[in-house]
Every structure is written in structure tokens, then in C-alpha cells.
Nanobody, 128 residues
Framework: QVHLVESGGGLVRPGSSLRLTCAASGRGIGTYAMAWFRQAPANERECVAAITWDGGTTYYKDSVKGRFTVSRDNAKNTVYLQMNSLEPDDTATYYC?????????????????????WGQGTQVSVAE
């Protein structure tokens, strides 16, 4: 079981940047694909970014391409989400997740059902 803790959220103005951090414990994440999801009130949870176990492949939701960057440091058991040019529509609770297999899968999934470990979330609010 992978235990995940997110940090780095906050209240910022449009155009600002934030860097979210996901720290893992209990088991190394080196063989897991990792993802960042977000969920706004009354909305479904959606994948905004994902990264394969080795960092070789990434996925981004169309609306965040060019603004968000996902990265990982397996030696530190940590995953990051750099968010630039934030917009009010980015307001949501952001969750870190580890895939449920941990078998160095070469592909990425955007569906929440493919992820077996979740953090508690960190709130990102973008407003004037």
C-alpha cells in the first residue's frame, strides 16, 4: 500500500503559479504510474496529468497543456505538478494517485478506477 500526502495548494490570483508536491511513504513509487486528479464541487473527478513509472511518458488534459508540468523523483518518492498561468477554472481539490498495479506499465490511464492509492487532496483556488 502506498500512502500519499499532497501539499502546496493555496489561494492565488489568475496568472499565478503553484507547485504541488505528492510525498509517498509505506512503499516506494518507483514502479507505479502516478497521476494528478482534480475535483470541483458538483463535478466528476478528472485526470489533469499522469506520468509513467520512469517519467518517459506523460499525459495532460487538453485544458492544461502548455501550463501544467508533471514530474517525479523516484529517489525521493515524490511527484510534482507545476501549474503556471492559473485560471479560475483550475479551482478544485487536487489529488495525487498511484496506479493499482505498480508493474512498470508503459501506458497511462486517465480513469480513476485504474488508480488504487489516493492522497487526501490539497485545495487550489484561483480568484481575483
Amino acid at each position: 500500500q502506498v500512502h500519499l500526502v499532497e501539499s502546496g495548494g493555496g489561494l492565488v490570483r489568475p496568472g499565478s503559479s503553484l507547485r504541488l508536491t505528492c510525498a509517498a511513504s509505506g512503499r516506494g513509487i518507483g514502479t507505479y504510474a502516478m497521476a494528478w486528479f482534480r475535483q470541483a464541487p458538483a463535478n466528476e473527478r478528472e485526470c489533469v496529468a499522469a506520468i509513467t513509472w520512469d517519467g518517459g511518458t506523460t499525459y495532460y488534459k487538453d485544458s492544461v497543456k502548455g501550463r501544467f508540468t508533471v514530474s517525479r523523483d523516484n529517489a525521493k518518492n515524490t511527484v510534482y505538478l507545476q501549474m503556471n498561468s492559473l485560471e479560475p477554472d483550475d479551482t478544485a481539490t487536487y489529488y495525487c494517485a498511484a496506479d493499482k498495479r505498480g508493474l512498470r506499465m508503459p501506458w497511462l490511464a486517465a480513469a480513476p478506477k485504474e488508480y488504487g492509492s489516493w492522497g487526501q487532496g490539497t485545495q487550489v483556488s484561483v480568484a481575483e
